[in-house]
Every structure is written in structure tokens, then in C-alpha cells.
């Protein structure tokens, strides 16, 4: 199994409202990252799990917060979200090697804010 | 964090031309990975180079790595529809672990 997962592929929520993207792999990858897209950008990167554990943030405001239940999963939970997050939110996984590895990504989920 | 400098942004040609975009990054790098983004899909790893000079083929995809390790590109010969979607080169976040960071993508556009 090479796939990535992510649900819900589209996500609708005002700004005070509260909702999680979550996201699945059962490669037995140890690293996992979520990432933003804007229409037309590169992906950028927001948080990376190495075993399980957060070991990047890149200043990533507050109303985002990552978890990672156990090395499948990921999740990212979303409060007082603003309009200008509205994007692609994507997840990837990759093995963990003494170098940098391939990423696989998941479809992403289409997040719009209102 | 590491910034990878991409161009075209925008690439028009005809099908059965080639087509190529170029990476630059003012540090060297530990290696540069590749990925195609298909309209309205997610980004797939088409390949990762590591050695200065490296040059990789992958049926009409010939990927190359610069000497000092600071540039990279991705030709494409004899475009095929199916080759539509934007190309990223990506390196390394430079943070320590493996988060990547993106090229701006060359948009290809093919016209029959």
C-alpha cells in the first residue's frame, strides 16, 4: 500500500468554528508533514513528525494545531480560522533515511473558510 | 530556511516539442528532489538527485544536477498531453529534518 490518505477532501467552516484534517499511511513511514498550497503556488511546509514527534513549526500561527496519535496517523486541528487560509492542505509521509527521502502525498483537502 | 529559485513560471509548446525548467539555489545542496502536480491533484516524486554532475533518465525525462550543486534541471522531449501539470523542484527545509521546500513550479502548458 503506497497511499495517502486525507478526509474530508473538502471542508467548509466559519471562522469560529472548530474541525480536524486527518490523514493515513501504511507504509510504516516515521515521518509525516503537512503542508499549505494557495491556488497556483508551491506547497508550503508546516509542520514535520519525526517519530511521532513534532520536530519542525515554521511559524505557523496558533489557531493550527498537529497531533500525531501514533505513526500512522496525523491530524491537524483548526480553530478561529481567518479567510486567508482558505487552501490545499496537504499531508505527506516519507521513510526516514540519513538523508532526505521521497514524499508521498496525500489528495489533500480543499479547505475553505468563510 | 534554503530558497530554491525555479523559472519558466509558465511554459506554452506545442505537443512533440521539448521542454525544459531550470532550478537555481544560492547554497549547495545536499540533493534536489523532483515532483509533478497534475491540475488539480497532489504532488508525485518523479526522482531525487545526490551526486554532483548526476544525470538521470526516465523515458522521455532527463533530470540533471549541477556540478557545484546548486543548480538542477528537468527536460522533457517530445511533449505528450499527458505531460501537462506543473513541475517542482524541491530541496531541503534546511531545518534538520526532511521537510522539503519548493521551487514556484513551472506551469506546462501544451497545445495540440
Known amino acids: 500500500d503506497t497511499e495517502v490518505t486525507q478526509t474530508p477532501k473538502h471542508l467548509v467552516m466559519g471562522m469560529t468554528n472548530k474541525k480536524s484534517l486527518k490523514c493515513e499511511q501504511h507504509?510504516?513511514?516515521?515521518?509525516m508533514y503537512w503542508y499549505k498550497q494557495k491556488a497556483k503556488k508551491p506547497p508550503e511546509l508546516m509542520f514535520v513528525y519525526s517519530y511521532e514527534k513534532l520536530s519542525i513549526n515554521e511559524s505557523v500561527p496558533s489557531r493550527f494545531s498537529p497531533e500525531c496519535p501514533n505513526s500512522s496517523l496525523l491530524n491537524l486541528h483548526l480553530h478561529a480560522l481567518q479567510p486567508e487560509d482558505s487552501a490545499l492542505y496537504l499531508c505527506?509521509?516519507?521513510?526516514?533515511?540519513?538523508?532526505?527521502?521521497?514524499?508521498?502525498f496525500g489528495p489533500g483537502t480543499r479547505l475553505t473558510v468563510t | 530556511g534554503q530558497q530554491v529559485m525555479q523559472i519558466p513560471q509558465y511554459q506554452h509548446v506545442q505537443e512533440g516539442e521539448d521542454f525544459t525548467t531550470y532550478c537555481n539555489s544560492s547554497t549547495t545542496l545536499s540533493n534536489i528532489q523532483w515532483y509533478k502536480q497534475r491540475p488539480g491533484g497532489h504532488p508525485v516524486f518523479l526522482i531525487q538527485?545526490?551526486?554532483?554532475?548526476e544525470v538521470k533518465k526516465q523515458k522521455r525525462l532527463t533530470f540533471q544536477f549541477g556540478e557545484a550543486k546548486k543548480n538542477s534541471s528537468l527536460h522533457i522531449t517530445a511533449t505528450q498531453t499527458t505531460d501537462v501539470g506543473t513541475y517542482f523542484c524541491a530541496g531541503p527545509s534546511g531545518g534538520g529534518a526532511d521537510g522539503l521546500t519548493f521551487g514556484k513550479g513551472t506551469h506546462l502548458i501544451i497545445q495540440p
Open positions: 538527485l545526490v551526486k554532483s554532475g
Open positions: 507504509m510504516g513511514h516515521r515521518a
Open positions: 505527506a509521509s516519507s521513510p526516514i533515511r540519513d538523508r532526505l527521502s521521497e514524499q508521498y
